[in-house]
């Protein structure tokens, strides 16, 4: 289709249209797609596994096309102007067991599938470790592409591979844990080959034991609320959806694609400066290393304590709370037109209706100049600007 509004393909309910759209429901079809738009013969084999066409070695050529925009549910995207090129939207679906051991089930899921589906199919079977992942919008696909987290919980912890069209060297190729070399909000689909691959199918390990995962923020204290006295994966994905809908917007009624940002990680030393000026400033462990290295002993007696010298952050740095500083600049609230960021989440940025992604953008922007002024810290975009703006 030619020239087709994008409006309902993304969760920000920005209206671009695409210059030729089109989505896909099997290998088969993606390849017919990719065939006619390169003029090319484009062959992709049939899965699992890429039936022995999958190659040992990783591609090592950096590589992007930009004229093509694989779409999953447009729930990480800020799209700031008509897109001249292919949009396909990825519809490939199944769930399938693929084989289990004592303690572990290796589950393959189509990339197009919905992931809080995913996550229900493994609620209903006592399929352990994507609960606190409950709610997230989007589709299987793209979760590792930022390797997608929430309330303690990383989809690397229950990632096996994945399968993923290279657009470059022409065929499929498997992907292990290593290989996607996760980081916080990170993948190699992000950064290192972006716009190169289309990822097919993605096999998670889950456990048939469940490992309870109540320890970040709210979890248990809504559990109470809840009364619940036997924890179950099905009541901390409950708890999880509770806490959800309490704070962050409803795509279906204000647009809008989760946090806007990523909350920044700071050195130990950089944290206890920022302390002494802002002395309610909230910091949390982080397994991120940050660049300005800082040394320190590490405090045994009180590990991920936040107050003090030394205070147990010595190696990787101190996680900040990037909606307390956007709060603290007073953006929380905020409205331009029908640009803004959320009343109850600083976050995550809004469009209350007709916002253009620019103007969403600039707002992005303002606030992230306002936070490097007070705080000296630079916030990143956790969103996908679509094509990218800035230097
Ligand atoms: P899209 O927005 O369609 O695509 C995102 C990027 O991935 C684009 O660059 C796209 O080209 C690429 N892509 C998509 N599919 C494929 C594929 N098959 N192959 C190759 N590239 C692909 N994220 C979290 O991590 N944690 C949260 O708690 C969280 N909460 C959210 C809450 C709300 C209300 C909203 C709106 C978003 C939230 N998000 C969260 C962000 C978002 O839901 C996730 O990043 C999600 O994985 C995006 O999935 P999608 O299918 O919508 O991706
Ligand atoms: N805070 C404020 N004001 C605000 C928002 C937050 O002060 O307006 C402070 C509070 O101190 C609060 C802390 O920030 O305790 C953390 O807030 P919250 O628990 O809401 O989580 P978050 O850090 O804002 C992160 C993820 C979310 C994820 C939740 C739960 C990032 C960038 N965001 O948000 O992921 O759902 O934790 O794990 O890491 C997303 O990636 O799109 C997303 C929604």
């Known amino acids: 289709m030619e020239n087709t509004s994008l409006k309902a393909y993304n969760t920000f309910g920005i209206n671009v249209a695409a210059r030729w759209f089109s989505s896909f429901e099997t290998r088969e079809e993606l390849e017919e797609l990719l065939s006619s738009y390169s003029g090319g013969t484009i062959k992709i084999p049939s899965g699992p596994a890429g039936s022995g066409q999958k190659s040992e070695t990783r591609p090592t050529k950096p590589g992007a096309n930009p004229s093509l925009l694989i779409l999953g549910g447009g729930s990480n995207l800020l799209l700031t102007k008509n897109f001249d090129g292919l949009v396909l939207k990825n519809g490939i679906k199944g769930i399938e067991l693929i084989r289990e051991d004592e303690k572990y089930v290796y589950v393959r899921a189509g990339a197009g599938e919905s992931w809080h589906g995913f996550v229900q199919y493994c609620l209903q079977r006592n399929w ?186 010595p190696m990787a740095g101190v996680k900040l709370a990037a909606g307390w500083l956007i709060e603290q600049c007073g953006w929380k609230g905020y409205r331009r037109g029908d640009a803004g960021c959320h009343a109850l989440q600083a976050l995550v940025l809004v469009n209350y209706g007709q916002a253009s992604g620019k103007e969403i953008y600039d707002l992005s922007e303002e606030i992230l100049q306002s936070v490097q002024a007070k705080f000296g810290v630079t916030l990143e975009r956790e969103v996908n600007i679509v094509p990218p703006l800035g230097g």
């Open 128 to 313: 352990a470790g994507v609960e606190n992942l409950s709610l997230i919008p989007g589709s299987v696909g793209a979760a590792p592409m930022q390797n997608i987290g929430a309330y303690g919980v990383e989809i690397k912890e229950v990632f096996y591979e994945l399968e993923a069209w290279d657009l470059q060297e022409g065929k499929v190729f498997a992907f292990s844990l290593n290989d996607c070399e996760f980081g916080y909000r990170e993948s190699v689909f992000k950064k290192k080959y972006k716009d190169r691959f289309i990822i097919l199918d993605v096999t998670f390990r889950l456990n048939k034991i469940p490992k309870f995962r109540t320890g970040y923020g709210a979890i248990r204290q809504e559990l109470d609320k809840m009364g619940v006295h036997e924890l179950s994966i099905q009541a901390i994905s409950q708890a999880v959806i509770h806490i959800r809908s309490s704070k962050l917007p409803d795509p279906r009624q204000i647009g809008n694609a989760g946090s806007f940002f990523k909350n920044p990680t700071v050195a130990a030393d950089r944290f206890e400066a920022l302390k002494a000026l802002f002395p309610d400033i909230p910091g949390y462990p982080s397994a991120d290393i940050v660049p300005e290295y800082s040394s320190g002993a590490k405090n045994e007696e009180h590990p991920g304590t936040t107050t003090g010298k030394n205070s147990g952050f």
